[in-house]
Nanobody, 124 residues
């Protein structure tokens, strides 16, 4: 049983930083990718960033490039999303997800397992 347990998030002022964590367990992740998505109230879930578990390739949405960094710690089976220069438009529930069929996809339906979600609120 794959489990993705998220931590981090919270309330921060514009320009601030937060780090989200996604701890994975339940199967080997070496051939997978882990992505971060977010969903604001009344909006569709959107891709934020993704990383292959092996090899280090990453992908990020244009809206977060230069501000958000995705990384992983293989020893801890954990993927991080470091968010800097946060804006009110970044306010959303953030989800991590694991894909075993297609890697580095930006499409939420390509992801097989999802974390519980964590709220990020950026005040102006």
């Amino acid at each position: 049983q794959v489990q993705l347990v998220q931590s981090g998030g919270g309330l921060v002022q514009t320009g601030g930083s937060l780090r989200l964590s996604c701890a994975a367990s339940g199967r080997a992740f070496s051939n997978s990718a882990v992505g971060w998505f977010r969903q604001a109230p009344g909006k569709d879930r959107e891709f934020v960033a993704a990383t292959k578990w092996s090899g280090g390739r990453t992908s990020a949405a244009d809206s977060v490039k230069g501000r958000f960094t995705i990384s992983r710690d293989n020893a801890k089976n954990t993927v991080y999303l470091q968010m800097t220069s946060l804006k009110p438009d970044d306010t959303a529930v953030y989800y991590c997800a694991a894909a075993f069929r297609i890697t580095l996809s930006r499409t939420s339906s390509d992801y097989d397992y999802w974390g519980q979600g964590t709220q990020v609120t950026v005040s102006s």
